[in-house]
């Protein structure tokens, strides 16, 4: 995935670094990063757990390169799928140069859970400059609603600045992403400029397709479904790719299949467009729903997934 870049700086005046971006589930990270990057590097869905594996996108400008990394939502670990992914929260902070924490607006009645809390203890301890954003402002009646949260969040822990912002509607994003450039160490360029993304092609590809299985199922179904890619076949005029959708159980393939087939379909269709747009080509995209009983807490079936 590349957009054309012109910029190139010698290490002695370009910014670079890693920009760890956590928070609970569903308070939008992988929607800002989406916004950061100019590209879409992440899926997004307002199902919690989005997000199983970190996702790094790349921004490049005049003088730096900021490589985000979209974290799972930190959560208590349920299964081997859930400890994983808390443990790459841990892993990112610990790699990250700046971090960017980020909460839900929406929260201001109530103010900070303990969930929060927890977050912000341990980006608090990490030793590394912390942003904190406060987003989906736009969804607030008023944006001084968020005013308490502000007040709040800021005696939770030594912050370097704290934004109220929408990733959505790009509502101060860029002033976010200038003071993140001010944080940002004298380094390498990490990626050739271009780059916008590190994730593997076969990745992306499940991951657009578990997009559309998110937007398309309901009930506890969508937290059982992972998607393999088997293949992908380039032809002269048509691309082919080969996906398993895995599910726990047996009544869980008949709800993605649906009556007739009806919502493979849907699932297929809506996730070709996405596929032909990435890979720029027709494409034909072969959906097989699998039956893997507890692939959540089968460590190798979750290497094969990348997490």
């Known amino acids: 995935m590349t957009q054309a870049i012109n910029h190139t700086f010698t290490e002695e005046d370009l910014r670079s670094g890693f920009v760890a971006v956590v928070g609970r589930p569903n308070v939008g990270k992988s929607t800002l990063v989406n916004r950061l990057v100019g590209q879409k590097v992440s899926i997004t869905s307002p199902r919690p757990q989005t997000t199983r594996g970190p996702v790094r996108g790349v921004r490049n400008g005049p003088g730096y390169q900021a490589v ?77 609603d968020a005013l308490p949260l502000v007040d709040e969040v800021s005696h939770a822990g030594d912050w370097t600045d704290i934004f109220l912002l929408s990733a959505t509607t790009g509502r101060n994003v860029e002033p976010l992403m200038d003071a993140v450039k001010e944080l940002l160490p004298l380094g390498p360029q990490y990626f050739p400029a271009g780059t916008v993304t590190d994730y593997p092609e076969t990745l992306i590809l499940g991951e657009y397709i578990r997009e559309k299985a998110l937007g398309v199922l309901r009930e506890e179904v969508p937290h ?38 009806k919502t493979i379909k849907q699932i297929g269709t809506e996730a070709r467009r996405d596929v032909e747009r990435l890979l720029g080509t027709r494409i034909y995209l072969d959906l097989k729903v699998k039956v893997t009983p507890g692939w959540r807490s089968d460590p190798k079936f979750l290497e094969r997934l990348g997490l």
């Open 224 to 261: 059982a479904v992972a998607v393999e890619i088997d293949e992908v076949e380039r032809k002269e005029k048509v691309t082919v790719v080969y996906a398993i959708i895995h599910v726990e159980r047996g009544t869980q393939r008949m709800i993605v299949l649906g009556k007739g087939g």
């Open 68 to 144: 985000f990394i979209d974290t799972p939502g930190s959560q208590k670990p349920r299964d081997t799928l859930r400890a994983r992914m808390q443990q790459q929260v841990l892993d990112s902070l610990g790699e990250s140069d700046v971090i960017l924490f980020l909460l839900d607006a929406a929260q201001a009645k109530e103010g900070i859970g303990s969930g929060d809390r927890y977050v912000a203890d341990l980006v608090a301890r990490s030793g590394t400059p912390v942003i904190v954003g406060i987003n989906k402002v736009d969804l607030l009646s008023r944006e001084t």
